[in-house]
């Protein structure tokens, strides 16, 4: 993910993207508040500002009375000294109010726009594809979240209230200078700024670029912890604590590497904007200090080009920062906004359809697929579920039973065939009206690190605990539950580490219970059990199975010789079918394999 990120991080096209995507959220036509917020805060920073150039006025006009020089205007006698510093400090008091309102005005505006686009990413990903999720690393996808958000949140704040103003102030003080004293202070402080922003924008590319390898490293470095964390157990096992450690290290090696260069540069930078600014500072000053010696300019004149370089100094010293966070929020913003504009490869079509299920029969219908083009799993599989029926689906491990429920779940596009539940092909229905009909106990059941009962309930939204109790007795685990201390309110611990194996698969069967959906699918899903909890959770669920449609994948073949008919797949092709009796009467691959299976279970009983 490093390297395909890089290529993405700081053309033009990204910022204007930017500005494409945050502008809808700052000017929305269907919420006239935030435009009526969004043009008080610009009034409040251009009162601010107007007020800001005027402040070293009165500076300059108390020194001059304080002085006895200048040709003071009648205002300025009327005030006298103490009055002008007073206006003064009135003057500087409100520059501050102002900017204060306009931040009060403009941070609802900011908070819903971070609120709804961080919704948007968030549902984004969800929507993203299984193939996707699988190749993704999550602890990555929640930090270009997470940074992502910040970026835009750091753009609104300083591109609209930062460098803005900050371009109108210098005007504004460029005019005074100019005005004021003579066009050579305008020239002067024009070549400083000029300079000044070419130096902080050329190093501040090269800095983005340190910035970005960071942040690249930082990611990395995360990853192998949170994947490191998660999988503790199997570290454990392998006593490989050592190794987990220097793997760490060596990805937090490469971040310290890249946040050391990231620091160097910086010092640089600093140091070379003090030099342009400090430079400028005193060719302006000694200007100035030459033209009160020589009688043009009152000491007056004097302070107050000191007081505008200072107040042009301060804002630029902060441009450098604001220049280089912006470009770091762009980059950002453009991981997270290639994620929000990479489609998932699973979409509904524009005229999908809801699927209305009627008798819930489901076919398949000469299913070629593989998960890479090059390695095909299944091939040319034809599979009749009629209506209200339990097919069972058998066979060696990786032949690809898992695989067959995938497609009917449409987690994956077919390469050739077609998918159909009452008749009707899954790729011209929406996921959602499909993802509603069928109910899927998957293989390995994996838990919200939240109580039992929230897990069981997850089943159906808004389902009542006595729903939830019920569907606990049908999958045989209520009384479980009931023996625990703290019963549904247990917490199962992180994917549901906390409880067993078979206790993880019923609150599985629970769950999907309580969805209650007209088509299941059992992947294994009493695999876990010891045979007599097997047996009767097997009660459970013919119970359930009764009104539905099942496809029941399964190891142990007693399980599934009820079923009305058995599939047996091999290496992706349908080898045989039939019923549990004609399969064995056939005397091929399913009756050698239940000879074997009733022989071991023998040998085990005795
Ligand atoms: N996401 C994936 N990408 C690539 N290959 C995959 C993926 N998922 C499964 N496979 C491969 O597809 C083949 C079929 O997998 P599947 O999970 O359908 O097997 P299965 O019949 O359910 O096996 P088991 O009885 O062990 O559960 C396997 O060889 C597996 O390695
Ligand atoms: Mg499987």
């Excluded at 000017?27 to 251009?46: C, E, G, M, N």
């Excluded at 490989?240 to 946040?259: L, V």
Aim: overall charge neutral; hydrophobic content about 45%.
């Amino acid at each position: 993910m490093r390297h395909a990120s890089i290529t993405t991080s700081d053309t033009p096209a990204n910022g204007w993207r930017t500005v494409r995507r945050v502008a809808p959220y700052l000017w929305p036509a269907d919420q006239p508040w935030v435009k009526r917020r969004v043009v008080f805060a610009l009034i409040a920073l251009l009162v601010a500002k107007l007020i800001g150039v005027g402040t070293p006025f009165f500076y300059k006009a108390a020194v001059d009375m304080l002085a006895g020089e200048g040709q003071s205007a009648a205002w300025m006698l009327g005030a006298g000294a103490v009055g002008l510093t007073v206006a003064y400090g009135m003057a500087r008091l409100m520059t501050v109010g102002f900017q204060q309102l306009r931040d009060v005005i403009f941070a609802r505006v900011a908070q819903r726009a971070l609120r709804a686009l961080a919704l948007q990413t968030f549902q984004h990903i969800h929507a993203m594809s299984m193939r996707y999720h699988i190749t993704r690393k999550t602890g990555g996808l929640s930090r270009i979240i997470e940074r992502g958000v910040k970026g835009v949140e750091f753009l609104l704040r300083f591109l609209l209230f930062s460098i803005g103003p900050l371009a109108l102030e210098l005007l504004l003080i460029g005019v005074v200078l100019a005005v004021v004293f003579d066009i050579w202070y305008l020239v002067v402080v024009v070549a400083v700024i000029g300079t000044y922003i070419a130096f902080t924008f050329k190093v501040t590319e090269w800095r983005v670029r340190l910035r970005k390898e960071m942040n690249d490293q930082d990611t990395d470095a995360n990853q192998k912890a949170i994947d490191s964390l998660l999988n503790f157990e199997t570290v454990k096992y392998f006593g490989a604590e050592g190794r987990e450690a220097s793997r760490y290290d060596a990805a937090m090696a490469g971040y310290e590497q890249a946040a050391l260069q990231t620091s160097y540069s910086l010092a640089f930078l600093n140091f070379g904007q003090s030099l342009i600014i400090t430079g400028g500072l005193v060719i302006v000053m000694v200007m100035a200090a030459i033209g009160v010696q020589s009688g043009q300019m009152t000491v007056g004149d004097f302070v107050m080009v000191n007081a505008y370089m200072v107040q042009i100094t301060m804002p630029l010293n902060f441009l450098g920062t604001v220049y280089r966070e912006i470009r770091q929020a762009l980059v950002d913003m453009a991981e997270m906004f290639d994620l929000l504009e990479q489609n998932p490869d699973v979409k509904d079509k524009s005229d999908a359809d809801v699927l209305k299920v009627k008798v819930a029969s489901v076919r398949l219908e000469g299913i070629d697929f593989g998960y890479d083009a090059n390695r095909p799993i299944l091939r040319g599989v034809t599979l009749d579920v009629p209506a209200g029926q339990t097919v069972a689906v058998v066979g060696p491990s990786g032949s690809g039973k898992s695989t067959i429920g995938r497609l009917l779940f449409r987690f994956y596009d077919v390469q050739a065939g077609r998918v159909l539940i009452d008749g009707r092909d899954v790729r011209d229905v929406t996921q959602e009206s499909l993802h509603a009909a069928i109910g899927v106990v998957p293989q390995d059941t994996v838990l919200f690190n939240d109580t039992i009962g929230y897990n069981i309930g997850y089943g159906r939204a808004g389902a009542t605990q006595s729903e939830i109790e019920d569907a606990a007795r049908a999958a045989q685990i209520h009384d479980f539950i009931a023996s625990l201390p703290e019963g549904y309110a247990t917490q199962v611990g992180e994917r549901g580490l906390k409880l067993s194996g078979g206790e993880k698969q019923r609150v599985g069967i629970a769950r999907t219970l309580l969805k209650n959906p007209p088509i299941l699918l059992l992947d294994e899903a009493t695999s876990a059990l010891d045979t007599q909890t097997e047996r009767d959770i097997q009660g459970a669920l013919a119970l359930a199975a009764e009104g539905r449609t099942v496809i029941m994948i399964a190891h142990r073949l007693s399980t599934v010789a009820n079923a009305d008919k058995i599939v047996v797949l091999d290496q992706g092709v349908v080898v045989e079918q039939g019923t549990h009796s004609d399969l064995l009467a056939r005397q091929g691959r399913y009756a050698a394999l239940w000879q074997r299976q009733a022989r071991e279970e023998e040998e085990e009983a005795a």
